[in-house]
């Protein structure tokens, strides 16, 4: 298959006492529809390849292992997915900041506060996915979506600011962002791992387009 487009999806292990997070189950969903030819971005690109990665819940071991894995892969896009408890929407996230300030310990026991992640990095970098036109799209299949302008201050964020560091020299081809997923295991949850799956095909088929994101004023007021 002449220059597919390999993306990077990852997840997170279980965390914080509990058995299991659902950001593997959304990936191993869109793994899933991919070996059955049945996702949305397979039907509108040709040649898309799904690379999984899981990810510990370690500050700085996390963000190694995805910098290592864009470096074999070379991927066109690098999607990283985590559990936010609490939310009930698909949140796509528009911003990493370069700050570490950990409520729980990590795995690995660390528990940082007020750190930076690079020292002398930018305070915070922007998602280089196309998140309003993937936006439009989800709300358009009644998948309940955010525009959310902060992944907090633990690993995800480590994650996501992390790799947009590091890819930024690397020239717009190679596109990154985060996308956190409520309990979809919680009782009461009312969105599926179906749909948040749905959600990030969706987001992968808008993110290789190769144009600027929509500019529809989407912001949040706060
Ligand atoms: N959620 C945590 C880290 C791992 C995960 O799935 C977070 O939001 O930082």
């Known amino acids: 298959m002449a220059d597919p487009h390999r993306i990077l999806v990852s997840a997170f292990e279980p965390f914080g006492g509990a058995a299991?997070?659902?950001?593997?189950?959304?990936?191993?969903?869109l793994i899933r529809r991919a070996e059955r030819n049945q996702l949305i971005a397979q039907k509108e690109h040709r040649g898309v390849v799904l690379i999984p990665v899981l990810l510990p819940v370690e500050f700085t071991t996390a963000a190694q292992i995805l910098?290592?894995?864009?470096?074999?892969?070379?991927p066109r896009l690098v999607i990283s997915v985590g559990?936010?408890?609490?939310?009930?929407?698909?949140r796509l996230e528009r911003v990493g900041l370069n700050l570490r300030d950990?409520?729980?310990?990590?795995?690995?026991g660390a528990?940082?506060?007020?750190?930076?992640?690079?020292?002398s990095g930018k305070p915070a970098l922007f998602?280089?996915?196309r998140l309003k036109?993937?936006?439009?799209r989800i709300t358009e299949a009644n998948i309940p979506s955010t525009l959310s302008l902060s992944a907090g201050s633990y690993v995800c964020n480590d994650v996501l600011y992390s790799i947009l560091h590091h890819l930024r020299d690397q020239g717009p081809e190679i596109r990154a962002g985060f996308v956190?997923?409520?309990d979809l295991h919680a009782p009461d949850s009312t969105l599926t791992v179906g749909q948040a799956a749905t959600a990030l095909d969706l987001l992968i088929s808008e993110s290789l387009i190769f144009e600027p994101d929509a500019h529809t004023p989407l912001g949040n007021l706060h």
């Not at 910098?67 to 070379?74: R, T």
């Not at 036109?133 to 439009?136: C, M």
């Open 102 to 108: 950990a409520r729980i310990p990590d795995n690995a």
């Open 83 to 90: 559990l936010a408890a609490g939310t009930d929407t698909i």
């Open 111 to 119: 528990q940082p506060a007020d750190q930076p992640i690079v020292d």
């Open 20 to 29: 299991q997070n659902p950001s593997q189950n959304v990936v191993q969903e």
């Open 127 to 129: 998602s280089t996915l």
């Open 67 to 74: 910098a290592h894995a864009a470096s074999e892969h070379s």
């Open 180 to 182: 956190h997923v409520p």
């Open 133 to 136: 036109s993937a936006f439009k």
